[in-house]
T-cell receptor
Framework: EAGVTQFPSHSVIEKGQTVTLRCDPI?????LYWYRRVMGKEIKFLLH????????ESGMPNNRFLAERTGGTYSTLKVQPAELEDSGVYFC???????????FGPGTRLTVL | QKEVEQNSGPLSVPEGAIASLNCTYS??????FFWYRQYSGKSPELIMF????GDKEDGRFTAQLNKASQYVSLLIRDSQPSDSATYLC???????????FGSGTRLLVRP
């Protein structure tokens, strides 16, 4: 069974540009989470989807971040326009049920110059 | 105060020793407790989870939870160099499925 996959693995963009990160959860997992880790800090929650619905988006830092999960399968996280402080590693995780084990993807390392 | 606190380490132990990793949390509403292992540049991988006070054993790993003291620990017996990684403590609350992470403890097992 394939694990959580994320694309791209690395992205380097300039301040003000737009970047879109993609996450493909484990097949059959209705719950999808986005987290990020900025340099020197702990991994922090961004938001949680149940199928295509946003269950909890309390961790989204501001309106420059837009997450979607059309059709309840893969998810995208768009940052527009990117700022320097958005640099970090963005992780996606999925779980079958809400309280079940969350399986993490390899992350996307975003560098904003 | 951070919600989940861990000593950043590194914690250095010789091969074959017991490694003891500790974590405290501030929210008494925390319900579930998780230990993830993360190798450099890789994704966090779940080692163990624990919900109830006491000990839970799985192979060389034992998780210990003390809700009164708001303390959770992970013991690794017979430590191996391959156990060298960052160990992340995470909790979630009854009202939410999001994980709240500590900053992690780096473990180094010396051959």
């Amino acid at each position: 069974e394939a694990g959580v996959t994320q694309f791209p693995s690395h992205s380097v963009i300039e301040k003000g540009q737009t970047v879109t990160l993609r996450c493909d959860p484990i097949s059959g997992h209705d719950n999808l989470y986005w987290y990020r880790r900025v340099m020197g800090k702990e991994i922090k929650f961004l938001l949680h989807f149940v199928k295509e619905s946003k269950q909890d988006e309390s961790g989204m830092p501001n309106n420059r971040f837009l997450a979607e999960r059309t059709g309840g399968t893969y998810s995208t996280l768009k940052v527009q326009p990117a700022e320097l402080e958005d640099s970090g590693v963005y992780f996606c995780a999925s779980s079958q049920g809400g309280g079940d084990t969350q399986y993490f993807g390899p992350g996307t390392r975003l560098t904003v110059l | 105060q951070k919600e989940v606190e861990q000593n950043s380490g590194p914690l250095s132990v010789p091969e074959g020793a017991i490694a003891s990793l500790n974590c405290t949390y501030s929210d008494r509403g925390s319900q579930s407790f998780f230990w993830y292992r993360q190798y450099s540049g890789k994704s966090p991988e779940l080692i163990m989870f624990i919900y109830s006070n006491g000990d839970k054993e799985d192979g060389r790993f034992t998780a210990q939870l003390n809700k009164a003291s708001q303390y959770v620990s992970l013991l690794i017996r017979d430590s191996q160099p391959s156990d060298s990684a960052t160990y992340l403590c995470a909790v979630n609350r009854k009202s939410s499925y999001k994980l709240i992470f500590g900053s992690g403890t780096r473990l180094l097992v010396r051959p």
